[in-house]
Nanobody, 116 residues
Framework: QVQLVESGGGLVQPGGSLRLSCAAS????????MNWYRQAPGNQRELVAN????????SYADSVKGRFTISRDNAKNTMYLQMNSLKPEDTAVYYC?????????WGKGTLVTVSS
């Protein structure tokens, strides 16, 4: 079955960096547009960034543009999110999502806490 497993979350001070990973299995990874979402307590889940199947096209939420970088390695079936200059408002559970025309798969999330 399809599995998406996020890792790399944790506690970081404001201004710090983290790199999230999403390891995919059970699917043809290169056929899927990949997305990072996040959900803060009391908020709806929001799209943070996405990347095209071959990795040539990316897009970002305005709130993270210039600070976060999404990437993927199709040979390793893995997606990444490099997060720099982290702010307290980036605190959330970050979810990996794989989307194709009729298929939508989610990971269980990894918690990122930005606090001094």
């Amino acid at each position: 079955q399809v599995q998406l497993v996020e890792s790399g979350g944790g506690l970081v001070q404001p201004g710090g960096s983290l790199r999230l990973s999403c390891a995919a299995s059970g699917l043809t990874f290169s056929n899927y547009v990949m997305n990072w979402y996040r959900q803060a307590p009391g908020n709806q889940r929001e799209l943070v960034a996405n990347i095209s199947r071959a990795g040539g096209t990316t897009s970002y939420a305005d709130s993270v543009k210039g600070r976060f970088t999404i990437s993927r390695d199709n040979a390793k079936n893995t997606m990444y999110l490099q997060m720099n200059s982290l702010k307290p408002e980036d605190t959330a559970v970050y979810y990996c999502n794989a989307r194709q025309l009729y298929y939508d798969h989610w990971g269980k999330g990894t918690l990122v806490t930005v606090s001094s």
